[in-house]
Structures are given as structure tokens and as C-alpha cells.
């Protein structure tokens, strides 16, 4: 789902750094063009993370009083939206599901270790 939007942005010259209709991935990760697209893609992610965190209130240290709301529509929205921008920052890279599960599973297996070794 995440490619084909960005297909359509690329289609109506909408995505890339200058915006470009000729915009292709994956990205050469040898080219400082391409390590700075990524890196405005993941500046993206967490921006949006950030406007997430926004939606709790309850997360200022120096609050002394309980909201009892949260506006959980609004808040999964924005984690939506990082979530979009780090599957594109995962495209740009040339990074496949498999390939991101495996190295997933990897890691996995490794915290999993540390925690029985007591690291």
C-alpha cells in the first residue's frame, strides 16, 4: 500500500527531496543525495511520533493534575503517519519485508540472549 502511494506522488511529482516525476528507488545508499533523502524521510517519522506524544497529556512530568481523555483517534492517526514514513524510509533503502523480518528475528533472538545472560 505504502509503494503504491508513493508511486502516485511520484506521478504527480510529489515526492523526492525537489520533488521530481522521475524519482526512482531504491535509493544508491552510497550517495550523500540519497543519505540526506533518508534522512529527511526518517526526520519525517519522528515528527510525527512527536505530534503523537502530543495526544498525551498525562506525559508532562511537571503536571500535577490527571486528563482523563485522551483523543485516541487523533493520536493513532499521527502513529499511522510515522509509521507510513518509516515503511518509505524502508523502500528508499531497498530493505524488503523479508529482509527486515530476518534482521528483525535476528535482533530479536539477541535481546532475548542478553536478557537470559543477564547483559
Same mark, same amino acid.
Given at each position: 500500500m505504502q509503494e503504491d502511494f508513493m508511486f502516485r506522488l511520484r506521478e504527480h511529482g510529489l515526492i523526492g527531496t525537489h520533488?521530481?516525476? =522521475?524519482f526512482v528507488w531504491p535509493l544508491d545508499l552510497s550517495? !550523500?543525495?540519497s543519505q540526506l533523502e533518508l534522512k529527511d524521510?526518517?526526520?519525517? @517519522?519522528?515528527s510525527e511520533l512527536f505530534e503523537a506524544i502530543q495526544h498525551l497529556k498525562n506525559a508532562k512530568k511537571h503536571r500535577q493534575t490527571e486528563v482523563g481523555h485522551v483523543d485516541r483517534e487523533a493520536f493513532i492517526e499521527e502513529a499511522v =503517519? @510515522?509509521?507510513k514514513f518509516f515503511l518509505e524510509f524502508l523502500i528508499f533503502a531497498g530493505i524488503t519485508p523479508d529482509e527486515f523480518f530476518d534482521a528483525y528475528a535476528k535482533k530479536d533472538a539477541v535481546l532475548h !540472549? !542478553?536478557?537470559d545472560e543477564k547483559y
Open positions: 520533488h521530481q516525476s =522521475d550517495k !550523500r543525495s524521510v526518517a526526520f519525517n @517519522s519522528m =503517519d @510515522s509509521f !540472549r !542478553r536478557i
